[in-house]
């Protein structure tokens, strides 16, 4: 019994985890949605490839606010999990 408490427990764990971190990334692109929008500036580059130098200022502001957010920065571009879609 003590064995299932614990997987139980460790589960409700990651799950709450999993959940504070989509929370921090809802948060942080809403907040530079939020600051393009109000000076009525463009999403996005015209090449968002890895190696562009100018991947567009949405991808831009969030690389800026991950640098300086290190909860941010942890959950993130490329330590967010993949879209699930794409596994199918």
Do not use: C, W
Not at 23 to 36: G, P
Not at 43 to 63: A, I, N, P, Q, Y
């Amino acid at each position: 019994m003590m064995q299932k408490q614990s997987i139980q427990t460790s589960l409700d764990k990651q799950s709450e985890q999993t959940k504070s971190e989509y929370y921090t990334r809802l948060n942080a692109s809403v907040d530079i949605v939020r600051l393009l929008l109000f000076f009525a500036l463009p999403f996005r580059g015209h090449d968002e490839s890895e190696f562009s130098r100018r991947k567009g200022l949405f991808r831009t502001f969030l690389k800026f606010h991950a640098e300086k957010n290190d909860n941010v920065r942890n959950v993130i571009l490329k330590n967010a999990p993949d879209n699930h879609m794409n596994n199918k």
